[in-house]
């Protein structure tokens, strides 16, 4: 990938800044211009000299002073709002904690991806769907309505939940009635994180090739039963598409207390799910991490739990977020391997595999235990399904990018993200149906009448 804008611009400002004290750092004097909403004020990116893991950083991501974007075992990167600056300077300055701004203002990115987006969608007819372009949640429904009309009964899209601001959260059921015989159930969820557009790109993009992938159709579906949650935050995405910080917004839109300011409202639906929960989520609502007052406080998530419940014991579990490349299992709340954890992984790797396949060795993920990989965190749904619903396989796919681009990955890299996406999930359900591209040896004839 050639250098974005974005890096080279952030490579000057990192220059320019690793030689200036740290005390002339304040970018810019924070003033009380009523004229700029909140919610179109800038939003830095710092590059700071210790991991989130650092008790002092850990402090102010709880508190929801500064938001994840990054992080290793020696440094991060962290969104900071422009109001909250001076208080995170302190508390950095306190600790001895070097660092300097890599993007002074985020949203300037932000304001001309939107745009183009607007334009975009104003002219696009809502029966199409396409992978070249991110999608207005309207575009996304109008799309299930089409293939829930068009694909004879195969498709069924189902609602699970109605949110705060009254948007129905969506199931759609794939199965082929014509088909008998014992099937995989495999639940999918895209969305639940508002930012992370790549996710409900990913997850229509699957459910289309179920849908209408005549390969797939014929070696996949008749052994399969599929349930896809395109958004599983409809509130929260619909909120990234306004426009300024909004895209930049993680939780649901629940409002947590009228007399805080916006980013003190929702609660993270992917720490709302009640197994272990509240181990590395936040209890202040101001946090991006808000774990909500108690478990499956939140329609979004109770709704989804029900449905779940209701469709029985899964075979395979897959939620999509960005970013990160990566492939992990439960558990999110310790480091210690789960019982299957060489099933788990062994199943992982194939996502792996056809990935690299498809991108001719341009693509890597990593793959392992959640806590392990990213530190810990809990109430998150896959580490339910596995632990709690008893899911043979859950999986957390951190998509594209490595944080090049992170949250705000370019409209050209959809198709192939989504493609590779797509072989990567297919490689891992071959194999476990033992039949298709990724099938661990080919079925015999007496084995082919049997299924
Ligand atoms: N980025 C995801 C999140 O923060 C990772 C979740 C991984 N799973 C887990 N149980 N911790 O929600
Ligand atoms: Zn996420």
Redesign the pocket.
Known sequence: MPPSPMACYAFILVLLQIFTPISARLIRPVTNNTLVSDGDRPVQLWRVGASLQHPSLQHLLLQGLIEKWADDATSSLVMVREEDVPEVQAALQEEQVEYNVAVEDLLSLVAAETEHKMRGRRKREIERMDWNSYHALEDIEGYLGWLNASTNGVVQVLSAATTQEGRPVYVVRVNDRGATGPKKRIWIEGG??AR?WI?PAATTFILHQVATNPDWQRTILPHTEWYFVPVANPDGYAHTFTGGRARLW?KNRRVNDNALPDRCNGVDL?RNWDLKWGVGASQNPCSELYMGEVPFSEAETTGLKYFMERVGPLDLFITF??YGQSVLYPWGWTKDPPKNAKMLHRVGRRFLEAVQHVSKGQVDYTLGGSGAMLGFASGATDDWAYGALGAKHAY?I?LRDTGHYGFLLPEAQIGSTVRETAAGVQCMVTYMINNGVCARRRRNARNRNNV
Do not use: A
Request: proline fraction near 0%; glycine fraction near 0%; avoid cysteine.
């Open positions: 639940i994180h992370e996710s993680r992917n977020h960005s957390t951190e």
